[in-house]
Protein backbone atom coordinates (compact mmCIF):
# COMPACT_ATOMS: atom_id res chain seq x y z
CA UNK A 1 0.00 0.00 0.00
CA UNK A 2 1.17 3.55 -1.01
CA UNK A 3 1.71 6.22 1.80
CA UNK A 4 2.53 9.61 1.17
CA UNK A 5 4.11 11.46 4.40
CA UNK A 6 4.70 14.98 5.00
CA UNK A 7 7.29 16.77 7.12
CA UNK A 8 7.85 20.69 7.69
CA UNK A 9 4.50 22.56 7.87
CA UNK A 10 4.36 25.42 10.79
CA UNK A 11 4.24 28.95 11.63
CA UNK A 12 6.58 31.58 10.14
CA UNK A 13 5.99 35.67 9.47
CA UNK A 14 6.00 37.13 5.85
CA UNK A 15 9.11 37.06 4.16
CA UNK A 16 10.91 34.17 5.80
CA UNK A 17 11.42 30.28 4.34
CA UNK A 18 10.14 26.98 5.00
CA UNK A 19 10.65 23.40 3.43
CA UNK A 20 8.15 20.79 3.07
CA UNK A 21 9.42 17.34 2.26
CA UNK A 22 7.55 14.65 1.01
CA UNK A 23 8.46 10.83 1.41
CA UNK A 24 6.33 7.55 0.40
CA UNK A 25 6.81 4.11 1.10
CA UNK A 26 4.86 1.09 -0.81
CA UNK A 27 5.93 2.23 -4.20
CA UNK A 28 7.61 -0.19 -6.63
CA UNK A 29 8.35 2.29 -9.31
CA UNK A 30 8.77 5.62 -9.93
CA UNK A 31 5.94 7.39 -9.83
CA UNK A 32 5.28 9.70 -12.71
CA UNK A 33 5.34 13.09 -11.23
CA UNK A 34 5.21 14.29 -7.69
CA UNK A 35 4.87 17.49 -6.28
CA UNK A 36 1.93 19.83 -4.00
CA UNK A 37 -1.40 21.16 -4.18
CA UNK A 38 -2.60 23.51 -1.43
CA UNK A 39 -6.35 24.95 0.23
CA UNK A 40 -6.75 27.59 1.85
CA UNK A 41 -9.66 28.00 3.54
CA UNK A 42 -12.59 29.38 1.88
CA UNK A 43 -10.83 28.23 -1.62
CA UNK A 44 -9.93 25.33 -4.04
CA UNK A 45 -7.01 22.80 -4.04
CA UNK A 46 -4.56 25.03 -6.57
CA UNK A 47 -1.30 23.56 -7.94
CA UNK A 48 1.81 24.64 -5.91
CA UNK A 49 4.53 22.81 -8.01
CA UNK A 50 5.21 19.51 -9.81
CA UNK A 51 7.54 17.85 -10.71
CA UNK A 52 7.54 14.94 -13.89
CA UNK A 53 9.52 11.52 -14.07
CA UNK A 54 12.27 13.42 -16.15
CA UNK A 55 12.26 16.52 -13.80
CA UNK A 56 10.37 18.97 -15.21
CA UNK A 57 8.83 21.21 -13.25
CA UNK A 58 5.57 23.02 -13.74
CA UNK A 59 4.60 26.03 -10.98
CA UNK A 60 1.61 27.63 -9.58
CA UNK A 61 1.91 31.32 -10.81
CA UNK A 62 1.61 32.31 -7.30
CA UNK A 63 4.86 30.82 -6.00
CA UNK A 64 6.53 31.48 -9.49
CA UNK A 65 10.34 32.63 -8.77
CA UNK A 66 9.77 31.86 -4.40
CA UNK A 67 9.19 28.35 -4.36
CA UNK A 68 11.42 25.34 -5.64
CA UNK A 69 10.63 21.68 -6.29
CA UNK A 70 13.35 19.25 -6.17
CA UNK A 71 12.66 15.37 -6.32
CA UNK A 72 15.03 12.59 -5.67
CA UNK A 73 13.43 9.37 -6.82
CA UNK A 74 9.92 9.08 -5.16
CA UNK A 75 10.58 11.84 -2.45
CA UNK A 76 10.16 15.68 -3.28
CA UNK A 77 11.26 18.82 -1.13
CA UNK A 78 9.34 22.08 -1.50
CA UNK A 79 11.46 25.07 -0.53
CA UNK A 80 9.63 27.91 0.02
CA UNK A 81 11.09 31.30 0.51
CA UNK A 82 9.67 34.80 0.82
CA UNK A 83 6.40 33.74 2.18
CA UNK A 84 3.36 35.35 1.96
CA UNK A 85 0.42 35.72 4.43
CA UNK A 86 -1.61 34.50 1.54
CA UNK A 87 0.63 31.24 1.22
CA UNK A 88 -1.69 30.30 4.11
CA UNK A 89 -2.91 27.44 3.71
CA UNK A 90 -2.93 22.85 4.35
CA UNK A 91 -0.37 21.70 1.60
CA UNK A 92 -0.65 18.24 0.16
CA UNK A 93 1.52 16.38 -1.33
CA UNK A 94 0.36 14.67 -4.58
CA UNK A 95 2.17 11.78 -6.62
CA UNK A 96 0.83 10.20 -10.11
CA UNK A 97 1.58 6.64 -10.75
CA UNK A 98 0.45 6.18 -13.58
CA UNK A 99 -2.84 6.39 -15.71
CA UNK A 100 -5.59 6.60 -13.13
CA UNK A 101 -3.80 5.95 -10.20
CA UNK A 102 -3.04 8.99 -7.39
CA UNK A 103 -1.95 9.29 -3.63
CA UNK A 104 -2.34 12.02 -1.64
CA UNK A 105 -0.90 12.73 1.39
CA UNK A 106 -2.24 13.64 4.95
CA UNK A 107 -1.58 17.73 4.17
CA UNK A 108 0.44 19.80 6.51
CA UNK A 109 -0.28 23.20 7.75
CA UNK A 110 1.34 26.19 6.66
CA UNK A 111 0.48 29.11 8.50
CA UNK A 112 2.12 32.76 7.35
CA UNK A 113 1.55 35.72 9.75
CA UNK A 114 1.84 39.58 8.26
Known amino acids: QVQLAEFGGGVVQAGESLRLSCSSS????????MGWFRRAPGHERELVAL?????AVIYGDPVKGRFTLSRDYNKVDLQMNSLKPEDTAVYYC??????????WGQGTQVTVSA
Open 51 to 55: ISRDS
Open 26 to 33: GATSRFMS
Open 94 to 103: HAHAGGDVYY
